[in-house]
């Protein structure tokens, strides 16, 4: 199975990160770029797709226009914020959410066509809404992505996030689309962004099609597995024909802005139950989001690629052992997930 993977030389150095975070969220595209990259290349059928500026007026699929002329202001005047103290403007930033955007819309287009898995590690900016930035994200490249294949043709569209944070900007873009959204996220007070509950489950068309799995901290691969068992259920009764993946690293034991406990298991065991969609033919297109350990969410990225496309690579793990979560948490992770079975049993 052929997997394309997103590049532009520019991709070394975007970030929509304050600058103490800016090494940490390029180091993670240089580290897969420059290691990881060439090891998939040696072992599985992967190309480069050369990423290209897309039309402009494809942001107000996802965005007002109000806020796209408002991003290209404040990039033209270089200074100043794009929300309330996350994402910094600097001078081109509009140009470089544009281009961001472009390989997640061109993988889309790609893979809606030939089928197989596609990957923009410059992706999945899932803070973004419909007329604001938000933790580090300007253009919500998913649900531009999301709506374009909707507008063309394909029905049943699955987005699965498994970032540590909630993801809010596609969640109120997408909120009343007939389009899928599931989001599993660590979920406790004050942390980011206070949004995923497990009562937002959509509104008209969107109804029961918005699906929130709060994980307590600090959460570990035994409460993933069950996360994981209830996506895999819901994508089961779905029937997707096209998965959109939000693969942030940042749930990953030792991230320094979140707290969960994951490991390499969990993003193990996710690839393989997506191999499984991905071997029926159902296009999977990966975008990077966020993770603040370079060598590790680079590796992560490897790790699932190679796995989704069924050819997992010993050399990239799982090298840990599994974590193991209080009773208390795991108890509070089945009761939610039980709610949530029972409100969609009615609807979906
Ligand atoms: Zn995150």
Not at 58 to 77: Q, W
Not at 143 to 150: E, F, K, P, Q, T
């Amino acid at each position: 199975m052929e997997i394309l993977v997103a590049w532009h030389k520019e991709y070394r150095d975007i970030s929509f990160t304050p600058p103490s975070l800016k090494d940490r969220w390029t180091g993670s595209r240089r580290v897969f770029y420059d290691r990881f990259l060439p090891l998939l290349q040696s072992m599985l059928p992967l190309r480069i797709v050369e990423v290209r500026p897309i039309q402009e007026d494809v942001l107000l699929l996802a965005h007002d226009e109000k806020y796209v002329s408002f991003v290209r202001e404040v990039s033209r005047i270089g200074v100043g914020l794009l929300d309330y103290g996350d994402t910094p403007a600097f001078p081109g930033v509009y140009e470089k959410a544009l281009l961001a955007v472009s390989g997640t819309f061109m993988l889309a287009d790609f893979l809606r066509e030939r089928g197989g898995i596609g990957f923009n590690p410059q992706g999945g900016f899932h803070h973004a809404r419909r007329s604001s930035a938000g933790g580090f994200c300007v253009f919500n490249d998913i649900a531009i992505a999301a709506r374009h294949l909707s507008r063309n043709g394909v029905q049943r569209i699955a987005i699965v996030d498994i970032d540590a944070h909630h993801g809010d900007g596609t969640q109120e873009i997408l909120y009343r689309d007939a389009i899928l959204k599931i989001s599993s996220h660590g979920y406790g007070y004050g942390f980011y962004p206070g949004t995923g509950w497990i009562d937002e489950l959509g509104e008209g068309e969107g109804q029961c099609r918005n699906i929130n799995l709060p994980m307590p901290f600090p959460s570990g691969d035994d409460v993933f597995r069950l996360v994981l068992a209830f996506i895999d259920e819901i994508l089961e009764r779905y029937h997707p024909d096209f998965i959109i993946v939000q693969a942030g690293g940042d749930a990953y034991k030792g991230d320094p802005l979140v707290g969960l406990r994951l490991t390499d298991n969990s993003y193990y065991a996710f690839s393989l139950m997506l191999s499984r969609y991905a071997s029926k033919g159902i296009p999977i297109l990966m975008t990077g989001g966020g993770g603040y350990q370079p060598e590790v969410v680079a590796r992560l990225w490897a790790l699932m690629l190679a796995c989704v496309s069924g050819k997992c690579i010993k050399e990239l793990g799982p090298i840990d052992r599994e974590t193991v979560s209080e009773p208390g948490i795991v108890k509070a992770m089945q009761s939610r997930i039980e709610h949530l079975r029972k409100k969609t049993a009615e609807c979906l």
